[in-house]
Antibody
Framework: QVQLQESGPGLVKPSQTLSLTCTVSGGSISSGGYYWSWIRQHPGKGLEWIGYIYYSGSTYYNPSLKSRVTISVDTSKNQFSLKLSSVTAADTAVYYC????????????WGQGTMVTVSS | AIRITQSPSSLSASTGDRVTITCRASQGISSYLAWYQQKPGKAPKLLIYAASTLQSGVPSRFSGSGSGTDFTLTISCLQSEDFATYYCQQYYSYLPEFGQGTKVEIK
């Protein structure tokens, strides 16, 4: 059974870079067939998709965040990562990693989420 | 971008009630719509995909219908564990968009 687990700092200073990692267990990213996404949820608000990566390294980002987002994959560690630069308080949110069966599909497996607060 | 309008934003219901939540897309999305349930402090859980296909392990009291622009999630007989927030999501475009959510509360 595939499981996802987010990790990373819970507090980031304004203007710095937010960095999170999602570790996949119970399955291999490099086996292909799935797209790995980051999704965030501002406190008390709805869900916002950030972007996805395929095991080959191909990515697609939400145009509203594209200039600040980098998603990368490390198949040797079975992990994928999110970097969001120049953060502000508006980036304070719970960040989830999730899996989809194609680049246009529902998200069938989610990590538990990690809260990131942007504050000095 | 394809916008999703979900309604109502909240509703009060009693155990045993039939509950209906609606999502409308700003353009036709065929059946590329999913429904999720989220409980406080937890990640969303996939209930339905392809507008009407029940995800494995999801109780049959949940059902989805619709295609094109109008979609419905129905809970046929509300149980105590169903009090949660529900989101729809379109995946017709390469930019997935979620509805604003519907909070189902106890009457």
């Amino acid at each position: 059974q595939v499981q996802l687990q987010e990790s990373g700092p819970g507090l980031v200073k304004p203007s710095q870079t937010l960095s999170l990692t999602c570790t996949v267990s119970g399955g291999s990213i490099s086996s292909g067939g799935y797209y790995w996404s980051w999704i965030r949820q501002h406190p008390g608000k709805g869900l916002e998709w950030i972007g996805y990566i395929y095991y080959s390294g191909s990515t697609y980002y939400n145009p509203s965040l594209k200039s600040r987002v980098t998603i990368s994959v490390d198949t040797s560690k079975n992990q994928f990562s999110l970097k969001l630069s120049s953060v502000t308080a508006a980036d304070t949110a719970v960040y989830y990693c999730a899996r989809a069966r194609s680049e246009k599909d529902a998200f069938d497996i989610w990590g538990q989420g990690t809260m990131v607060t942007v504050s000095s | 971008a394809i916008r999703i309008t979900q309604s109502p934003s909240s509703l009060s219901a009693s155990t045993g009630d039939r509950v209906t939540i609606t999502c409308r897309a700003s353009q036709g999305i065929s059946s590329y719509l999913a429904w999720y349930q989220q409980k406080p402090g937890k990640a969303p859980k996939l209930l339905i995909y392809a507008a009407s296909t029940l995800q494995s392990g999801v109780p049959s009291r949940f059902s989805g219908s619709g295609s094109g622009t109008d979609f419905t999630l129905t809970i046929s007989c509300l149980q105590s564990e169903d009090f949660a927030t529900y989101y729809c999501q379109q995946y017709y475009s390469y930019l997935p968009e979620f509805g604003q959510g519907t909070k189902v509360e106890i009457k």
